[in-house]
C-alpha cells in the first residue's frame, strides 16, 4: 500500500514537470547580426515625447529577416526619448536622440554603441539637437535651443556655435558651407556656416517654414519649405551653392523627400485627409516632374518617410495609423508594385541603407 501511494505521488511530480515544460515560453531568439556582405538598412522610429521608446529597426535586404528594437538588442539599453535622425560617415553610423539631448555614435553594422555624446549647454540643460550633416571630419548637429554642435568624429570632442536659431529644421554640408534652416525666426531663411572658423557668414531667404535640405548628384541644394499648413503651401526649392541663392522653385506639395541619384523622391501626406498619400519623382537635373502610381491601399493613413534602394530603385515608404502604435513599411518596385510589408516601431520616419 505504501509503494502504491509513492508511486502515484512520483507520477504526480512527474506529470507536474512534465505539464511545466510544455507550457514554458520558449525564449527570445538571440539576435543575428548581419555578415559584411549582408545589404541591410535601418528605419528610425522615432516613439513618443516622454515615453523613451525611440528605437531602430534593421532590414536584412539580403534574406528578408527584420529585427525590431535592434538597438536595445544590441547595447542592452533603450535608445532614448525621440529619434530625429540618423546618418552614416564612413563605417560609423550617428543616431540623433532629441529629447534625450544625445547623438549616439555606432557601428554600422552591428547596430553596437561607440560613444553617447551629451549635446548640453552650460548649465546641463539638454539642447534637444535635430539633425545631422558632416564635412571634412567634422559632424555639425542643429539644435532647437539656436546653437549649433561641431563634433570631430575621431576624438568625439564637441563646441557650439550660437546662431540666433529659434527652430532648426534642418541642416546640410556642401562647397564648404553649412546650411542650416531657420523656420520661426523674423524671416525664413538659411544660415550659412564657414566650417572653417565656425561662424554665420550670411544667410539667404528661402519659402515660408524651411525644413529638410539635401545635396542632390550636380552639387545643388534641395530644400523642403512647409508652408503654414494654411494660406501658404509647402514647395521643393533649389539653391545653388556656388551663388547661395534659390534658382528654382517648384509648386508641387510635399510632406518629405530623399534623392537618390538624379532624382528626389516625394510624397505628400495630408494631416486633414488620412489614407490619402501621392507620390512624385523629381529629375534634379532637368527640373521634370512624374507622379508614381503607389497603392495607397496598401499604405498606412500617415506616411512618415521614404527612402529609396540605391541598388535597384525599390521604393520604401514608413507609415503609420496613428501615433502611439507600431508603423509599419511597405517596399514597392521601381515600377510601383508592392514587394513586401514588415512591422517596425512608433513613428517611423527616416530610411537608411548602409553603404
Same mark, same amino acid.
Given at each position: 500500500?505504501?509503494?502504491?501511494?509513492?508511486?502515484?505521488?512520483?507520477?504526480?511530480?512527474?506529470?507536474?514537470?512534465?505539464?511545466?515544460?510544455?507550457?514554458?515560453?520558449?525564449?527570445?531568439?538571440?539576435?543575428?547580426?548581419?555578415?559584411?556582405?549582408?545589404?541591410?538598412?535601418?528605419?528610425?522610429?522615432?516613439?513618443?515625447?516622454?515615453?523613451?521608446?525611440?528605437?531602430?529597426?534593421?532590414?536584412?535586404?539580403?534574406?528578408?529577416?527584420?529585427?525590431?528594437?535592434?538597438?536595445?538588442?544590441?547595447?542592452?539599453?533603450?535608445?532614448? +526619448?525621440?529619434?530625429?535622425?540618423?546618418?552614416?560617415?564612413?563605417?560609423?553610423?550617428?543616431?540623433?536622440?532629441?529629447?534625450?539631448?544625445?547623438?549616439?555614435?555606432?557601428?554600422?553594422?552591428?547596430?553596437?554603441?561607440?560613444?553617447?555624446?551629451?549635446?548640453?549647454?552650460?548649465?546641463?540643460?539638454?539642447?534637444?539637437?535635430?539633425?545631422?550633416?558632416?564635412?571634412?571630419?567634422?559632424?555639425?548637429?542643429?539644435?532647437?535651443?539656436?546653437?549649433?554642435?561641431?563634433?570631430?568624429?575621431?576624438?568625439?570632442?564637441? +563646441?557650439?556655435?550660437?546662431?540666433?536659431?529659434?527652430?532648426?529644421?534642418?541642416?546640410?554640408?556642401?562647397?564648404?558651407?553649412?546650411?542650416?534652416?531657420?523656420?520661426?525666426?523674423?524671416?525664413?531663411?538659411?544660415?550659412?556656416?564657414?566650417?572653417?572658423?565656425?561662424?554665420?557668414?550670411?544667410?539667404?531667404?528661402?519659402?515660408?517654414?524651411?525644413?529638410?535640405?539635401?545635396?542632390?548628384?550636380?552639387?545643388?541644394?534641395?530644400?523642403?519649405?512647409?508652408?503654414?499648413?494654411?494660406?501658404?503651401?509647402?514647395?521643393?526649392? *533649389?539653391?545653388?551653392?556656388?551663388?547661395?541663392?534659390?534658382?528654382?522653385?517648384?509648386?508641387?506639395?510635399?510632406?518629405?523627400?530623399?534623392?537618390?541619384?538624379?532624382?528626389?523622391?516625394?510624397?505628400?501626406?495630408?494631416? +486633414?485627409?488620412?489614407?490619402?498619400?501621392?507620390?512624385?519623382?523629381?529629375?534634379?537635373?532637368?527640373?521634370?516632374?512624374?507622379?508614381?502610381?503607389? +497603392?495607397?491601399?496598401?499604405?498606412?493613413?500617415?506616411?512618415?518617410?521614404?527612402?529609396?534602394?540605391?541598388?535597384?530603385?525599390?521604393?520604401?515608404?514608413?507609415?503609420?495609423?496613428?501615433?502611439?502604435?507600431?508603423?509599419?513599411?511597405?517596399?514597392?518596385?521601381?515600377?510601383?508594385?508592392?514587394?513586401?510589408?514588415?512591422?517596425?516601431?512608433?513613428?517611423?520616419? *527616416?530610411?537608411?541603407?548602409?553603404?
Amino acid at each position: 500500500m505504501k509503494k502504491t501511494k509513492l508511486k502515484m505521488i512520483l507520477f504526480a511530480v512527474m506529470g507536474c514537470l512534465f505539464f511545466a515544460a510544455c507550457t514554458k515560453e520558449d525564449p527570445e531568439p538571440e539576435p543575428v547580426t548581419p555578415t559584411s556582405s549582408d545589404k541591410i538598412m535601418y528605419v528610425v522610429n522615432e516613439g513618443i515625447m516622454d515615453e523613451n521608446n525611440a528605437t531602430l529597426s534593421l532590414l536584412n535586404i539580403t534574406n528578408g529577416s527584420i529585427q525590431n528594437d535592434y538597438f536595445q538588442t544590441q547595447n542592452n539599453r533603450p535608445l532614448g +526619448d525621440v529619434a530625429n535622425d540618423l546618418a552614416q560617415y564612413g563605417s560609423k553610423m550617428y543616431c540623433v536622440v532629441n529629447k534625450s539631448s544625445t547623438v549616439e555614435v555606432l557601428n554600422a553594422q552591428t547596430g553596437k554603441s561607440i560613444t553617447q555624446i551629451k549635446i548640453i549647454d552650460g548649465q546641463q540643460k539638454g539642447r534637444q539637437p535635430n539633425k545631422i550633416t558632416f564635412w571634412k571630419n567634422k559632424a555639425y548637429v542643429c539644435n532647437f535651443d539656436g546653437t549649433v554642435t561641431r563634433i570631430d568624429t575621431a576624438t568625439f570632442s564637441i +563646441d557650439n556655435l550660437e546662431t540666433g536659431t529659434i527652430y532648426a529644421g534642418g541642416i546640410c554640408a556642401a562647397n564648404n558651407k553649412v546650411y542650416v534652416s531657420n523656420s520661426m525666426g523674423a524671416s525664413p531663411e538659411l544660415s550659412v556656416i564657414n566650417p572653417d572658423n565656425f561662424t554665420v557668414v550670411k544667410t539667404i531667404p528661402v519659402a515660408v517654414n524651411p525644413g529638410k535640405i539635401e545635396l542632390d548628384a550636380q552639387g545643388n541644394l534641395l530644400l523642403l519649405s512647409q508652408g503654414d499648413y494654411v494660406a501658404t503651401p509647402s514647395c521643393l526649392q *533649389k539653391i545653388n551653392t556656388q551663388t547661395d541663392a534659390v534658382v528654382q522653385t517648384y509648386n508641387n506639395k510635399a510632406s518629405g523627400f530623399c534623392i537618390n541619384g538624379d532624382y528626389a523622391y516625394a510624397y505628400l501626406s495630408e494631416w +486633414d485627409t488620412p489614407g490619402v498619400s501621392s507620390f512624385f519623382r523629381l529629375n534634379t537635373q532637368t527640373g521634370s516632374i512624374e507622379n508614381l502610381a503607389l +497603392d495607397n491601399s496598401q499604405l498606412s493613413n500617415i506616411i512618415y518617410g521614404i527612402g529609396i534602394n540605391p541598388d535597384n530603385g525599390d521604393i520604401y515608404v514608413s507609415g503609420m495609423m496613428s501615433y502611439s502604435e507600431p508603423g509599419d513599411v511597405v517596399c514597392f518596385d521601381k515600377n510601383g508594385s508592392k514587394k513586401s510589408k514588415f512591422e517596425v516601431g512608433v513613428c517611423p520616419s *527616416k530610411i537608411v541603407f548602409v553603404k
